[in-house]
């Protein structure tokens, strides 16, 4: 099929259409409006719904409903947005509904700025919201990831009941890339028995809730939830490699920052120096199992971020010590630029010699 | 024998955990008779709050949701717009519907979904130790109001009927009370009218119920009714605030 040119925001919106989502609850919040923008269209086109909340608490809640009777359903915002989200993904998890929600990262915290930005990691991935819960994170790096990955989110929020997360930023957003669209299979939400809908005659009655009174139930919840969770990181994890087998010093970077680095590690090659780049495409589960693996051949990581060092904590745990991680990261809206990058990598290989 | 009074379908056969005279129950009691006399046991979709109430999700024997703190309205909507062809109620508190979730009811009603909030006001946050709501009056003592309600210092008691009727988006509006049998009855017909409102798709639809909260009033049962009858409806008249034009006459 020929490739057609689509920029990421739209491409998040056309990705999740074609996965069967039919409801999107929303807020207008930079950057990511083209992608609500491009739902106000689309949604109509196949009978779908675009609806504008009052804020993102309300958006939030009205995924909650949405999945609760059953539907695909998705919510986007960024930083500022996706705080006032956290109580009811919270209440989502704890519910366990299945939802996608897209965070444009920007700049932070408070209302910082609307340039590219990581530092929403933590949040991401680490929980977010109250209770002990966990979100799927997925991190696309090319538009074409974006389409593939959402009919993932849908599919891996149904089959755990699980809340998805998908983290880009801006530039992943209003990049223009070809991509190979697929068969315009309309896939449809499968089913769901557990969604209150009405009554059936001589069924169970169905109850969407996060509320255990009694402690005893609240820990037998909280241990299947954390069954599931390991589940999910045992089978879930997702990552890319990029001239990895013979590196003796990896590089990390997840989205953005991993297009980045692909051109460092292209650069070091050139000059001779064994670098690769592990990235990751589930942040969480996060792709310990491949760190764990190349920390026998490489002698160092180097981790790149667009904050000032969070997904080097998960790296420093699946490295368990075993070697050095050291940290390059622009924050506040500013990205890493590859000759910045380069220069640490040549410093670094060269045993912290400039 | 003819049986004059049974449990409804709709209402499980569970004990409540309500106080002695704490009204909740008749309220349950009336949504599910009306939920049974329209027939839509297997269409009736209710979100519970946060707030002594949030066990009607146990008490009312259909599918139910339990929304966050204030964001029924929002979870309602989710509903609804899932699934247009249901009864989509939600049952807050004075609390939870006109402190924490103002934003919720108000953009509900002003979008004029087609779903009913089930307004429980009982002049005090009950669940969390009789503290001060938006709806208790002037002067009204409690935990936070030690000395009584003062508007200077802690604002005006909020009216939520006369601050929704100005929008469009509103269908029906109507202020009840469970106090004694008489407006038992009319607080019936009132959850009954909202919901056909509902289902004909005319708009958003709210009853609120004046309730008694004994226990935190520091009443006992009797007198809290009698307290409900004598302070609260002068300051919270009863009444039809918004009927769509074609159920006014
Ligand atoms: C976000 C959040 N804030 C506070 C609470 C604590 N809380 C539980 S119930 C309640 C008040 C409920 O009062 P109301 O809505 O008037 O209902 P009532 O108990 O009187 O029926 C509060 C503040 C909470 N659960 N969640
Ligand atoms: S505390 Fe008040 S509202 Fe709550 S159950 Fe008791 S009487 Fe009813």
Not at chain 1, 341 to 354: R, T
Request: charged share 20%; glycine share 10%.
């Amino acid at each position: 099929m020929a490739k057609v040119l689509m920029k990421g925001n739209e491409a998040l919106g056309e990705g999740a259409v074609r996965a069967g989502c039919r409801y999107f609850f929303g807020y207008p919040i930079t950057p990511q409006s083209e992608l609500p923008h491009y739902l106000a269209k689309r949604m109509p086109e196949v009978g779908g719904l675009y609806l504008q909340s009052e804020s993102e608490t309300a958006a939030a809640n009205m995924v909650f409903g949405a999945a609760g009777a059953g539907a695909r359903v998705m919510t986007s915002s960024s930083g500022p947005g996706i705080s006032l989200m956290q109580e009811g993904i919270s209440y989502i998890a704890g519910a366990e509904l299945p939802c996608v929600i897209v965070n444009m990262i920007r700049g932070g915290p408070g209302l910082g700025n609307i340039a590219p930005a990581q530092s929403d990691y933590f949040q991401a991935v680490k929980g977010g919201g109250h209770g002990d819960y966990r979100l799927i994170c997925l991190a696309p790096a090319s538009v074409q990831e974006i389409i593939d990955l959402m009919q993932d989110a849908f599919d891996l929020a149904d089959k755990y009941r699980n809340p998805v997360m998908l983290l880009a930023d801006g530039v992943l957003g209003q990049m223009m890339e070809p991509v190979e669209l697929g068969e315009e299979k309309i896939a449809e939400a499968p089913e769901k028995p557990w969604a209150a809908t009405g009554r059936k005659k001589g069924g169970p009655k169905r109850l969407i809730n996060s509320l255990y009174i009694v402690p005893e139930e609240c820990e037998k919840h909280n241990i299947k939830l954390a069954q599931k969770y390991d589940t999910i990181r045992r089978n879930e994890q997702r990552w890319e490699e990029y001239r990895v087998d013979d590196a003796t010093m990896i590089l990390v970077a997840f989205g953005t920052c991993a297009r980045i680095c692909k051109a460092v590690v292209d650069s070091a090659r050139n000059e001779g120096m064994a670098v690769g780049l592990i990235r990751p495409i589930t942040v969480w589960p996060y792709p310990t199992d491949v760190i764990t693996r190349v920390r026998e051949k490489a002698e160092q990581f180097l981790v790149v971020e667009m904050n000032m060092g969070q997904m080097i904590e998960d790296v420093k745990l699946a490295v368990e010590g075993m070697r050095p991680v050291h940290f390059y990261g622009r924050s506040g809206g500013m990205m890493p630029v590859a000759r910045d990058v380069f220069g640490e990598v040549k410093k670094l290989y060269n045993g912290g010699a400039a | 024998m003819k049986k004059v009074f049974t449990r409804p379908k709709a209402l499980a056969d569970i004990p409540f955990h309500y106080c002695p005279g704490c009204t909740h129950g008749i309220v349950h009691r009336l949504v599910a008779e009306v939920i049974d006399e329209m027939g839509m046991y297997e269409r009736a979709l209710g979100v519970a709050p946060v707030g002594c109430s949030v066990f009607i999700y146990n008490y009312l024997d259909i599918d139910m949701y339990q929304a966050a703190h204030g964001r029924a309205p929002a979870v309602g909507t989710g509903i609804k717009r899932v699934l247009p062809d249901r009864l989509v109620f939600t049952y807050q508190g004075d609390g939870d519907a006109a402190a924490i979730g103002t934003g919720e009811l108000v953009h509900a009603a002003a979008r004029g979904e087609k779903i009913t909030v089930i307004f429980i006001n009982n002049a005090v946050y009950a669940m969390t130790g009789g503290q001060m709501a938006p709806t208790t009056l002037l002067g009204q003592k409690t935990t936070t109001t030690p000395f009584g309600r003062e508007g200077e210092i802690n604002g005006l008691p909020v009216k939520v009927c006369e601050m929704l009727a100005p929008l469009d988006g509103s269908a029906y509006l109507a202020r009840v009370s469970v106090h004694n049998p008489k407006n038992v009855n009319a607080a019936k017909k009132a959850i009954r009218k909202a919901f056909e409102v509902q289902m004909r798709g005319d708009g958003f639809t709210m009853v609120e119920v004046l309730s008694s909260c004994p226990t935190n009033w520091g009443l006992s049962p009797l007198e809290a009714l009698k307290w409900l009858e004598e302070k609260m409806i002068p300051y919270y008249p009863l009444g039809e605030y918004k009927t769509p034009a074609e159920v006014n006459g």
